[in-house]
């Protein structure tokens, strides 16, 4: 049983006042071999305290055991060195093979630990993303969807960027990639992220070949994206954080007592007053406010293009003779002028918007107006299911039909015009 602090102090005063292991061991009640330990330990400087080491049956093997833990990187199951043990003529039972090997991947660890630096950020020169599960919210139809937060940051000032969205595709990237440098106002050096399909299509000799559409778009922003290494998750860990802490101020649990989100909208409200909040506090890091660091920040950041990249649009569609366009199996309606045309249709939350190049049009709708041509929000609709589409009635003026689907009043026909069926119908004579 192992001594208190004060029986061993008890015990070396005994041995001192008496000189005598076994003079001393009544004194201080304790065996003769007990206090010449804790003698021996004091005059040959080392702690008292420290747990003595008893031969044992394995102490031949462990440099065997040893030898197999750095063959096989620390992996070796303990039962397999004791099946090779017994072998060789070790006569211990498997819990002591257990507590040597362990011990031993202990000392390889050691050995063999991956050395971390801080990394020494500068101002405009990186940012990184990444995704996160995103708690579940009523779609179109009613029923429950599930999101996806996009959670972006800037390494040096440490400002944040978390937006909701329904999925992780190709348009929806980089619309979240613009709508982020929009938010942050310029467009840092670099970009790093994970190895995903939409970034990363393949690794050729470890190379990382990257998807043509962003590397388009890193040209159009002028930015360079990157990737981490993978299966190396510390390269990116500061989107790691910063996802793991948007998740647990926005999805609802036990621990943050935050009801279920009612619509869309409620949740990008919430991410909005979120990141209100950790960019307006002092960053436990910086000893700063991430909001402040970005003023000075934006000084290193290049500038943004005025127009987004197609890409950042959404999905190509042609809007047919009726002056709709077809998004999810269900028809939205486009103002006049734009039959024929080509338009971009992307989800934004709850809402389908509709964007068309005013300069690709052969004739300038007169709603247009006479400013600047180029890209232009053209509509904006409601999501809707299939069966049920989106029909705004102003994008139709001077229409014949009803707003409520009732027949049409008989129009009064001249007498030109009733000679004129009756001259095709054949029923009278036509003229000459």
Known sequence: MKKSD?????????????????????LCDADPKTVRRYAQARDLGRPVAEPVQRP??????????????????????????????????????????????????????????????????????WLQWDWGKGPPVPGPDGTLRATLLFCAWLAWSRFRVVLPVWDRTLPTL??????????????????????????????????????PEIVAVGRHYGMTVHTCVPYDPESKGGSESTVKIAKAGLVPAEVNLR????????????????????NGRVHRETRAVPAQRLEAERSRL??????????????????????????????YSTPPGLTGAEVWARAEG?????????????????????????????????????????????????????????????????????RRRSWRSGTVPGPG
């Open 56 to 125: 044992q049956l394995i102490d031949p093997f462990l440099g065997k055991v040893e030898e197999w833990v750095d063959r096989s990187e620390g992996r070796v199951r303990a039962d397999k060195v004791h099946e090779r043990l017994a072998v060789m003529g070790f006569s211990g039972n498997e819990r002591t093979t257990r507590r040597a090997v362990a011990a031993a991947k202990a000392r390889w660890r050691a050995g063999h630990r991956r050395a971390y630096r801080p990394w020494i950020t500068e101002p405009g020169l």
């Open 259 to 278: 009801e279920a989100y009612g619509s869309f909208g409620e949740l990008a409200q919430a991410c909005g007053q979120f990141c209100e909040v950790v």
């Open 174 to 211: 980089v619309a979240c990639l613009d709508a982020t440098l929009r938010r942050i106002g310029g467009v840092p050096v670099y970009a790093l992220t994970d190895n995903e399909k939409t970034v990363t299509v393949e690794h050729v000799a470890g190379v990382a070949v990257r998807h």
């Open 302 to 331: 290049h500038r943004l293009p005025d127009a987004p990249h197609t890409a950042a649009l959404g999905a190509t569609r042609v809007v047919g003779s009726d002056q709709t366009v077809r998004f999810g199996s269900v028809r």
């Open 350 to 418: 709850d809402e389908l918007v509709v964007v068309a190049d005013l300069a690709a049009l052969p004739v300038r709708p007169a709603w247009a107006g006479r400013g600047p041509a180029g890209l232009a929000e053209v509509a904006r609709h409601r999501l809707s299911v299939p069966g049920n589409p989106r029909i705004d009635l102003a994008h139709y003026p001077g229409h014949p039909q009803q707003p409520d689907g009732s027949p049409r009043p008989p129009r009064i026909e001249a007498a030109t015009e009733r």
């Open 6 to 26: 004060r029986e061993i102090m008890e015990i070396l005063e005994a041995f001192d006042a008496t000189g005598v292991a076994h003079s001393a061991a009544p």
